[in-house]
């Protein structure tokens, strides 16, 4: 059974930052790639940012310079940087792990979500 608990979401004002993260737990052998989506109501889920195991990372281009991407593989757990946030960056927020098991099975588990809300 492996399980990811997000934490971090909040009420900020725009231009604020908040930092997000996401911890993985279970029968886990090794996480490959770690990512973040988010879905606006009204609006599909979108991919925000993912960082491979070896630190490659990559963002949506309305984020690019203001949120950054990090891991920490001895704590099987993923953060989100966010800074200059701006009210269109309010979501709910899901971190995505692509993993495999000790038993071998390799899948992609998702968080429940943690609401980022940005507004005077």
């Known amino acids: 059974q492996v399980q990811l608990v997000e934490s971090g979401g909040g009420l900020v004002q725009p231009g604020g930052s908040l930092r997000l993260s996401c911890a993985a737990s279970?029968?886990?052998?090794?996480?490959?790639?770690m990512a973040w989506y988010r879905q606006a109501p009204g609006k599909e889920r979108e991919l925000v940012a993912f960082?491979?195991?070896?630190?490659?990372?990559n963002y949506l281009d309305s984020v690019k310079g203001r949120f950054t991407i990090s891991r920490d593989n001895a704590k099987n757990t993923v953060y989100l940087q966010m800074n200059n946030l701006k009210p269109e960056d309010t979501a709910v927020y899901y971190c995505?792990?692509?993993?495999?098991?000790?038993?071998?099975?390799?899948?992609?588990?998702w968080g429940k979500g943690t609401l980022v809300t940005v507004s005077s």
């Open positions: 995505k792990d692509s993993l495999l098991t000790v038993t071998g099975y390799g899948s992609y588990y």
């Open positions: 960082i491979t195991s070896r630190g490659t990372s």
């Open positions: 279970g029968s886990i052998a090794s996480i490959n790639v």
